[in-house]
Structure formats: C-alpha cells, structure tokens
C-alpha cells in the first residue's frame, strides 16, 4: 500500500471524484444545450406581452465559450473545495503525527496528494471539454478545433493552478474551512485584483483564466504565451512555497 | 432537442448521479445535516445538491461495535530482525528546553531512555509529557538542547486517527510500508493487538478502544525500536487495559518504550523505568524501585487480636516510629527505617503483650511516592 494508491483511494472512496467530474461533465453536457435553447428560454419566460427579446444565432463558439466560462467559478469552487479537503493534513493533529513520523520527508508524503489531486481535477476539466465539444456538434456545428484543444489544455492547466494555490494555502493554515475561504478568496478575489498592478492585465493568471473563451474568437498572441508561462511559473512557485513550508510545520 | 443523442447523455448522467446519491444516503450515515434534509437538497438541487452532500454529508459506514478480541494469550510480539543489543541509550537529551511564552514548555530536560525495556513518563496535566513525545518523534522542534537517538522512533498519539475509507490491514500496511522493512507483519501486528477479526472492517466505524488497538498495531509493524507510546490505554477497558499492559511490557522484552500515562499503578505494573516530569522539570529519572525505595518512608500493617492501644500509646512514644495510625483489624506503623521495623518493632510488639495475628510491611505504591515527589517541589 503506497500512498499513491492512498491516494487514489481517498478520491474513489468518498466520493469526491464523483463530485468533481459531476460539474465538469454536467457543465460540459449543459452549457452548449443551454446556449442552443437560450432564445426558446427567454421567449418562453417573456410570455406573448410587450417585451421582444431578439437572440442572435448561436454560434459554435459559443457553446465552447458558456463552457469555458462557467467552469471559472462553478468549476473552480469544487476542484477547490475537495483540494482543500485532501491538503490540510493538518487539521487532524493525531492522523497528522501518523503521517509525519512515518514518512522519510514530507516531500514524499505531499507529492502523492498534490499531483493525485491536480490530475483528476485536470482530467475532469478536460472530459467536461471534450462533453462540451460533443454536445456543440451535435447543436451548434463543430467548434473551431485548434481552438477548443487548445481551450482545453489550458483550461485544465487552470485547474492545476487553481490546485497548486490551494495547497500552498493548506500548508499556510491548518484548518479544512479556513484553507478553502482563504484559498477561494485568492482565487476569486486576489487573481482579479492583481489586474490593478501595472503591466499584469494581459499576461496575469486572470487573463490565462480567460483564455479559453477569447481563443474561440480570436487567435494565440504573444501574450497568451506569456501569461501561460507566468502561470507555470506561478504553479511552480506555489508548490515550492507550499513544500518549504512543510517542511517547519510543527504539530 | 428531438434528437437523443442531444439530451440523453445529459438526463442519463444526472438520473444516475441522483441515484447514485440516494444509494449512498440509504446506506451511509449523513453528516452536517439529517439524511432527510439531504434527500431534499440532492433533489431539489440538482446536481449542486448531491455534489454537497457526496463532498460534505457522505459519513463512513459504521460497522456494528463488536468488543475487539483480546490480544493473543501470547502476547509476545514476533523476534524483529535486530542488530546486536546496542549499549547505548535509545533515546538522549541534553538540556532540552521548549517555551510556549513565560515558564509553560520544557525546561532543561535530560532524558535517558534505555535500549531496551518500558520507560514510564509521569506527570501532571501540563508537565509537558506530550511536548517531550512530540520532540522525540521529531514533530516539534526544541528551542535549545538536543535531542540524540540510536534507532528509529515512532510514536503513537493518545487518540490516533486514521483515514476513515481504509480497512484495518490496509492502514496498518500503508504505514508498515512507509517505514523500514522488518517490522511485525500486518496480519501478525493486527493479531497481536486483538484485531483480527476486524482486519477487513474500515476503520471509520472503529470504537475509540479499536481505535487505540490499532494504533499500537501500526506502530508494531513498522518495525521501529523506539515505541513513544502517549497514553495507550486512555480508552480501554478494564481488561483491554490489562490486556495492553501485558502486551507494553512483552514488547519491551524486544523495544525501547517510553509509555506516558496517567494511571499511575499501569506505569508501576510495567515500567522498569520511570521518568516524573513536573512544570517541564524532569525531577527524577531512574528505576522504578529505586525511587519507591528512595521515596517511601518503611510502613507495616499490623494485623491484631487485642491490645492495639496499648501498643499504639507505647509506640508514639519512640522516636524511631514516624507515625502509628489506627485501623480496623490493628494499626499502621511507619517507622523511620526498615532496620527499625524489622527488628525494633517486632520486639516493642511482643513487649507490649499485644496479640498479634499477622506482621506484614506495606508495599510501596508509584502514586504515593509520585504526590510526594510533586508536592514536595512545590
């Protein structure tokens, strides 16, 4: 029994990976329906009274985009909320003394459940793309190929972000609702707000969260290249940051 | 919409995740909220309702609360591939100090744990018994002093946790694997600590007695020479309690083990060595007998027919008798050395025309000694 397959189990068993491919895959199946449907929708929710609701023809893209946006907070709230769940060892002081005595570092013991963690949340990510990409063909046409593999690599790789801050936060605090708050509050508050430092706008993490959506319209610039890299860069850092931190904690 | 291939992946995937969610309500226990209450919110929120529930509300199964087996009659663990006895101590510290702000922590403790045998750590709530385990076990960092070990040192908390999801082999194999090959197998530590019955059982649904149980079996199968073992019988029963002594004492025949407790008459029972730690002081170290010896005043029960006051009245009168104390069935004499008692007494008593029934010195117990010991540095 390695703590790989530990792991592998902590996901299965409880259910979490039901969890996390549940939004992916819901959203990946709903979002393109929805956007086909929308003009139905409103029109039906207006009535036969005064208001004229007028909805252009949904494109392709368009399905692929409502995915890709909505993945961004529901999707992020979940990959978040089962991260926080495996990474604050911590918060279980006796099980943490187990853990901590018996490995040789703890390297070796936080590696298992970051990259176990980053992987299904990635490959959730990526199912619910290739499910928004089936349920757009069949509704709206085929998207733009280049586009959608390339939205959905980088979504996933937002997801591994999204993982990688979460766990420098659990190794910073060492309660599960105090690590997803603080974790959710980076994420949703202090990603768009970095937007206000000079030069950060358009090669930050919030503008890679929304790369995605913008490479159905328009094509890779040298600034997408650029906030992936500061991504990467950013990942790297947390995980890091997150493993020296580790390694002074004291129970 | 007509086309199915349009929405039937999408009604198949949440009519089998709504399913799958009342299966696991049915046949868990819920947490956060009453199973009814989830029931509603899984419906009436779909499919938000049952991701909350599977991430917040999905409680681990519990199993019926079978009493634990006892420990196998033979309670000696099986031989541990070991290098020749080493003739230095386990475990060593010298001045090791740990201050939690003002005088609260460790102060200068110098501990000596033999290579073999049951170190029994006493002391008061807040002593710093638990703070002197972490160190040792390297999960806390002293502020000054040093902290020298010979072998491999695993500690087993007062109230281990385990993963919930994993059955009690696979917990005892993951951490036997973490470790150093050589340790008890799993099936022979589980046996060991009356698990056996329960190997296949997850561990979500231990009682906190299991629980502790399985705890020692983890430590067991590591195959660690230094047990810090922190409270170990704070949740058993009487003859679980008894059952886990005699296993702490058959292990020390083979390990070092430093057992912390409260209930002092268990560290009396097993230990050979004893350690009193008071205000993070270490105020004694040695064997057990010796500070029994060192610290007791020789006392004897007299067992008398009649004339117990007149013994009494004649006794108090010598200034080798500490104290004469009356008892139902004849008086307690402490004196002020066990020469005095051995020979004096019996002659006062004979003197006295006492009828005496039985002469019997009174044992010594570790919790006397350890109120003296306590009170005395105050």
Redesign the interface.
């Known amino acids: 029994m390695s703590l790989w397959r530990v792991e592998r189990l902590r996901l299965l068993r409880t259910g979490r990976w039901i969890a996390l491919a549940a939004v992916f895959l819901l959203l990946g199946l709903g979002e393109p329906i929805a956007t086909r449907y929308l003009g139905e929708l409103l029109r039906g929710a207006t009535g036969s009274g005064y208001i004229h609701i007028t909805v252009t023809r949904p494109q392709p893209s368009d399905g692929m985009a409502a995915y890709f946006d909505n993945i961004t907070t529901l999707g992020t709230l979940v990959t978040v909320v089962i991260a926080g769940l495996a990474f604050a060892l911590r918060a279980n002081p006796p099980l943490a003394a187990l853990y901590l005595t018996h490995v040789p570092n703890r390297v070796a013991l936080l590696l298992p459940r970051l990259l176990t963690v980053a992987v299904a949340a990635a490959a959730a990510s990526a199912l619910g793309g290739v499910a928004a990409a089936y349920e757009t063909t069949l509704l709206l046409g085929a998207p733009p190929a280049g586009a959608t593999v390339a939205g959905v690599l980088v979504s996933s790789l937002g997801t591994v972000f999204v993982v990688a801050v979460t766990f420098l936060v659990a190794t910073l605090l060492r309660g599960q609702v105090a690590t997803i708050a603080v974790a959710l509050g980076a994420v949703f508050v202090a990603v768009p707000f970095a937007n206000l430092v000079p030069g950060v706008r358009d090669v930050g993490p919030d503008a890679f969260t929304a790369l995605p959506q913008r490479l159905q319209l328009s094509p890779w610039t040298g600034d997408d290249t650029w906030s992936t890299v500061v991504v990467l860069g950013l990942i790297a850092a947390c995980v890091a940051a997150g493993l020296y931190r580790s390694s002074r904690w004291e129970l | 919409?007509r086309?199915p291939?349009?929405?039937l992946?999408?009604v198949a995937?949440?009519l089998a995740?709504v399913a799958?969610c009342y299966v696991?309500l049915l046949r868990r226990p819920a947490k956060l909220l009453p199973k009814p209450v989830w029931a509603v919110v899984i419906l009436a929120q779909i499919?938000l309702g049952?991701?909350c529930y599977?991430?917040l509300g999905?409680g681990e199964r519990q199993a019926e609360d079978e009493p634990a087996a006892a420990p196998t009659a033979s309670p000696r663990p099986a031989p541990v591939p070991t290098a020749a006895v080493p003739a230095l101590p386990a475990v060593r510290t010298r001045a090791l100090t740990k201050l939690f702000g003002g005088d609260v922590g460790l102060h200068g403790v110098d501990l000596m744990v033999p290579a073999r045998g049951v170190y029994g750590l006493v002391g008061p709530n807040g002593a710093g018994k638990t703070t002197l385990l972490?160190i040792l076990?390297?999960?806390?960092?002293p502020d000054s002093g040093s902290v020298g070990s010979t072998s491999r040192?695993?500690?087993?908390?007062d109230?281990?946790?385990?993963?919930p999801?994993?059955t009690a082999t696979?917990t005892v194999?993951?951490?036997a694997?973490?470790?150093p090959r050589g340790g008890t197998g799993t099936g022979r530590a589980l046996d060991l600590v009356g698990l056996a019955a329960a190997r296949d059982r997850r561990v979500g649904g231990f009682s906190r007695g299991m629980t502790q149980r399985l705890?020692l079996a983890?430590v067991l199968a590591?195959g660690a020479d230094v047990l810090l073992l922190d409270e170990p019988t704070s949740a058993l029963d009487p003859q679980g309690r008894s059952d886990m002594l005699d296993l702490i004492a058959a292990l020390g025949r083979e390990h070092s083990v430093v057992f912390s407790s409260h209930i002092l008459a268990d560290v009396q029972r097993v230990a050979d060595t004893v350690g009193v730690l008071r205000d993070g002081r270490l105020i004694y170290q040695g064997p057990v007998d010796e500070l029994l010896d060192r610290h007791t005043r020789p006392s004897w029960r007299l067992h008398l027919r009649s004339g117990a006051d007149q013994l009494a009245r004649r006794l108090d009168r010598l200034d080798w008798v500490a104290s004469v104390r009356r008892q139902e069935q004849g008086l307690v004499v402490d004196t002020a050395s066990v020469h005095a008692g051995e020979t004096l007494l019996p002659a006062e008593i004979s003197a006295s025309g006492a009828e005496l029934v039985a002469f019997n010195p009174v044992g010594a117990d570790l919790e006397t000694v350890f109120l003296n010991l306590v009170e005395v540095g105050r």
Do not use: D, Y
């Open positions: 919409m086309n291939a349009v929405w992946p999408v995937l949440l995740f799958f696991e499919p049952g991701i599977l991430i999905r972490s076990a390297g999960l806390r960092r040192v695993m500690l087993c908390p109230t281990p946790a385990f993963e999801w994993l696979e194999a993951l951490f694997g973490l470790g705890g983890v590591t």
